[in-house]
C-alpha cells in the first residue's frame, strides 16, 4: 500500500487515498519518494488542457531512492538515488539515437497514455480499479514504480527537493535555450513568463552566452525572481508596452532569440514579433490543444525569415542532461535552492496546486 493524491474527476481537488502497488516488473523499478515538485503540468490534467483519462496518480517531477527492482534492471540498483525522467528515454531507438530523447519512440506513448511501456499500470484502488500514472511516474505519492529507463541515477549529496526540480521544470526551461534555441555569445533574448520554468529559462540563456536577457512577465514577484537568476532586464507587461519595451533595449531591431513559457496564442505571438529578420521563437509553455493560429508565411517566415520552433521537455536526453545540470548546480553555476518557494507535505497537495494556480509562486515542492 502506498499513500498517493488521486486525480479522479476534472476540476475537482486530489483525492488522496491508499492504493495498491504492485512490484515492479521486467525492465521497472520501485522508488520511494523523496520529494515531488508540483508543476502546472499536474493542473493542465485537472483543468483538461492535457488528456489523461481519471483515476490517476498525478506528480511527474520527482526524485528518489530505489526500493527495489524487476528482472533485467541494470542502470539502477536497490540504495541509488534518481531522478524521474517524465519521458522514458531508452537510449537507443531512432530518436534517441539521433540526440532527441524527448520523443522516445519506446517511452513516449506510453507518458501521454499515463501507463508503464506494456500500456498497463501498477497502481490500483482497494476494489481492483486500476490507477493510472501520469507520465509513467506518479510521483504524488509515497512510492512509486517506473521504467528503469525514466531513471537517472544522481550523487546522494544532492537534495531530494532540489533534484525533483531537475526532472521537469529545469530541464524544460534550461534545455529550451541549452538544446533548443541557437543562442551564440551576446544575442538578445527574450523570455516571456517568469515562473518556475521560465526562470530556469533565463539560467540557460545565460549559460549559452546571451547578453542581454529580458524577462516579462505581469507580476513584480516573478520579474524579481527573473534578476535573481540573470534576468539583465525586466519588462512588467500590465504598466508597459511590451513589444516596444524590446524595440527599444534591442537597438530597434528585436531580440534574436525569444521564448513564450505560458502557452497562449497571444504571447506566442508576442514572442515571435518581438524577434529580430532572422530571429527565432520558441514554444515552451503548453497552450491549449484545441488552440490555433495565423502566420503569414511569405512575410513572416520567408521575407523575414524568422524561425518559430516548439520545445518538448527542454529537447532533453535526460541521461546526459540531467548528469550536467547535476554538475552545474554543485560548481555554482544553475540556482536551484532559490527556486523553491515552499515545501509541503502530500496532504497539503491541494493548497500546493492552489497556490501555483494563482501565479505568485515559482514551485511548491512536497517532501516526502
Ligand atoms: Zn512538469
Ligand atoms: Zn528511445
Known amino acids: 500500500m502506498t499513500k498517493a493524491a488521486v486525480f479522479t474527476a476534472n476540476d475537482q481537488p486530489l483525492e488522496l487515498m491508499d492504493l495498491n502497488l504492485m512490484d515492479p516488473q521486467a525492465g521497472e523499478v520501485r522508488i520511494a519518494l523523496g520529494a515531488s515538485g508540483v508543476c502546472h503540468s499536474d493542473i493542465s490534467v485537472i483543468n483538461g488542457t492535457l488528456p489523461i483519462a481519471p483515476p490517476a496518480v498525478l506528480g511527474h517531477e520527482g526524485a528518489g531512492t530505489i526500493v527495489a527492482v524487476g528482472d533485467g534492471v541494470t542502470n539502477v540498483k536497490v540504495g541509488d538515488h534518481v531522478v524521474i525522467s517524465w519521458v522514458p528515454q531508452c537510449g537507443t531507438c531512432y530518436t534517441c539515437a539521433r540526440g532527441q530523447g524527448e520523443l522516445c519512440e519506446t517511452g513516449a506513448n506510453a507518458s501521454m497514455f499515463g501507463s508503464m511501456l506494456d500500456f498497463t499500470t501498477r497502481f490500483s484502488m482497494a476494489d481492483g480499479t486500476a490507477v493510472a500514472q501520469m507520465s509513467a511516474a506518479g510521483t504524488f505519492s509515497e512510492e512509486t514504480v517506473v521504467p528503469a529507463i525514466s531513471c537517472v541515477k544522481i550523487p546522494d549529496d544532492i537534495p531530494f527537493q ?32 517568469a515562473g518556475g520554468v521560465g526562470l530556469n529559462t533565463i539560467q540557460g540563456a545565460k549559460h549559452a552566452g546571451a547578453g542581454k536577457i529580458i524577462a516579462i512577465d505581469m507580476m513584480a514577484g ?31 531591431r528585436g531580440a534574436d532569440v525569444a521564448f513564450e513559457v505560458i502557452g497562449l496564442p497571444a504571447t506566442i505571438r508576442q514572442a515571435f514579433d518581438m524577434t529580430r529578420k532572422g530571429g527565432e521563437a520558441v514554444i515552451v509553455g503548453v497552450p491549449r490543444l484545441d488552440q ?65 494556480g494563482q501565479g505568485n509562486i515559482a514551485r511548491s515542492v512536497i517532501v516526502y
Open 292 to 356: 490555433t493560429m495565423e502566420f503569414n508565411p511569405g512575410m513572416d517566415f520567408v521575407i523575414m525569415e524568422k524561425t518559430l520552433k516548439g520545445c518538448w521537455y527542454g529537447g532533453a536526453n535526460v541521461h546526459q542532461d540531467v548528469p550536467m545540470l547535476v554538475d552545474l548546480y554543485k560548481s555554482g553555476g544553475l540556482k536551484l535552492d532559490e527556486l523553491v518557494s515552499n515545501t509541503v507535505s502530500l496532504d497539503e497537495v491541494n493548497d500546493a496546486m492552489d497556490a501555483m
Open 162 to 193: 532540489v533534484a525533483a526540480l531537475i526532472g521537469c521544470g529545469v530541464l524544460t526551461g534550461f534545455g529550451a535555450a541549452y538544446n533548443t534555441a541557437n543562442i551564440r555569445e551576446g544575442d538578445n533574448v527574450v523570455v516571456i513568463g
Open 222 to 252: 516573478k520579474l524579481e525572481n527573473a534578476k535573481g537568476v540573470g534576468a539583465t532586464d525586466v519588462i512588467d507587461a500590465s504598466q508597459t508596452d511590451a513589444g516596444a519595451a524590446v524595440l527599444e533595449l534591442t537597438g530597434g
